[in-house]
């Protein structure tokens, strides 16, 4: 595993990230601590990686078992149609 600090990840942005497609992790430091990482994406992956990772989307997965443990189910066809049918 690499690690690189800012002024390398600003310099050598297109040979970190050749690293990283080729299936090297790379960990980003700032200041001398981990602030982030670069890992390999592929294509097939990438709706899995915005599912798991936008805060909106957790949000609603959130609230949608929050309502399960709570009873408050509805049918595929009442949620689809907004409750009008």
């Not at 294509?43 to 899995?48: A, R, T």
């Amino acid at each position: 595993m690499k690690i690189a600090n800012t002024v390398d990840l600003k310099n050598k942005t297109n040979k970190l990230l050749r690293q990283v497609m080729e299936g090297e992790p790379v960990i980003i430091t700032y200041r001398g601590k981990p602030a982030a990482s670069l890992l390999p994406l592929k294509e097939e992956d990438l709706e899995d990686f915005i599912l798991e990772n936008s805060p909106e989307i957790r949000k609603k997965i959130a609230k949608a078992e929050k309502d399960l443990k709570a009873g408050k189910v509805i049918s595929l066809d009442e949620y689809l149609t907004g409750g009008k049918e």
